[in-house]
């Protein structure tokens, strides 16, 4: 009698934890879905797409929203594609519940723009190159428009801040060297950086001068492959983005190009990581073009050409 007690016991235990299995599995199994995405990406690049899935049921709808547009557009079923740099949040409905995310727009290639030269130079010598022993001053003051009296530093930061504007509104990422004039930023921490920042392509702005005011043009100024710094390494890029701008500069802006000139003394390019090219956008020192190179609306030619010269090097154009 006893052996057969232990046995109903037992028998009972065992039911009674089925049911208990099943319960809980069941319970489980009619808890209403708690809607999720299926997979988040948390940084998309500029012109690239993403499409959002979730584990809505099969019949019922998902609508997607994105908090601003200025940096990226979403289908109503989901399709995510990036425009510019900049941070969004990815909303999604489905029959009364909302999910979001946030997302990085970064860019489709990263532009490091250098305006050249600050209020007050730095006479202070440093190397021209790593582990040189010639050396240069940090920063020269640079030249004065003969016309306007605007200064070379007013004028590289204006170009170059018009230059970022245009550029963000394609797709790129751009991060400038410096963004007041009074600054005291030497070519080598500019270039540092830069080499910091993970640009793919550095650009420095200048203006030209000379003794004989009709001298006119704009010229790009890269170091030869000989170059024993980093920039010897980027020779064939620099030059290939040189090329690209002065072409593009022309087409747009109608000033036209004495073209390409090695330069391997260039303490900013020689400390660069890149593929860098130094523009001289124009002669300060003539009179017509400086009034050119400071008018607003010849800038939009300008910056539009410079655009252009960096989409085609991308082969974007
Ligand atoms: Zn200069």
Not at 22 to 46: C, G, H, I, Q, S
Not at 113 to 138: F, M, N, V, W
Not at 243 to 262: F, N, P, Q, W
Request: glycine letters at 8%; one cysteine or more.
């Amino acid at each position: 009698m006893q052996r057969k007690n232990l046995f109903l016991i037992a028998v009972f235990l065992f039911t009674s934890l089925l049911f208990a299995y099943f319960d809980t599995t069941y319970a489980t199994t009619t808890e209403p879905f708690v809607f999720a995405f299926t997979e988040v990406p948390t940084t998309l690049k500029a012109t690239k797409e993403y499409r959002f899935t979730t584990n809505a049921p099969a019949n019922s709808v998902v609508t997607y929203s994105v908090s601003n547009e200025k940096y990226a557009t979403i289908t109503p079923d989901g399709l995510l594609k990036g425009k510019q740099v900049g941070n969004i949040t990815v909303t999604a409905t489905c029959e009364g519940q909302t999910i979001s995310c946030n997302i990085k727009i970064t860019g489709k290639k990263t532009i490091y723009i250098d305006p050249g030269h600050q209020r007050y130079a730095d006479l202070t010598s440093e190397p021209i190159g790593p582990g040189s022993s010639t050396r240069k001053e940090k920063m020269t003051g640079g030249a004065t428009g003969v016309s306007t009296g605007i200064p070379e530093y007013k004028f590289t930061l204006t170009i170059s801040k018009k230059l970022k504007t245009a550029l963000e509104k394609k797709g790129y990422g751009v991060i400038l060297s410096r963004t007041k004039h009074n600054v005291k930023m030497g070519n080598v921490a500019r270039a540092k950086k830069g080499n910091k920042s993970g640009a793919d392509i550095c650009i420095r702005i200048h203006a030209d001068s000379f003794s004989n005011s009709s001298a006119k043009g704009a010229t790009v100024l890269y170091a030869s492959s000989s170059n024993p710094y980093y920039a010897g390494k980027y020779s064939k890029k620099s030059k290939k983005l040189g090329k690209k701008l002065l072409t593009e500069y022309y087409k747009a802006t109608g000033i036209s190009s004495r073209g390409l000139a090695v330069r391997n003394d260039l303490t900013g390019t020689n400390w660069s990581k890149m593929p860098t090219v130094l523009i001289e956008c124009g002669f300060f020192s003539n009179p017509a073009e400086d009034r050119k190179l400071n008018n607003t609306s010849f800038q939009k030619k300008m910056v539009k050409g410079l655009t252009n010269g960096i989409d085609a090097y991308f082969g974007y154009k």
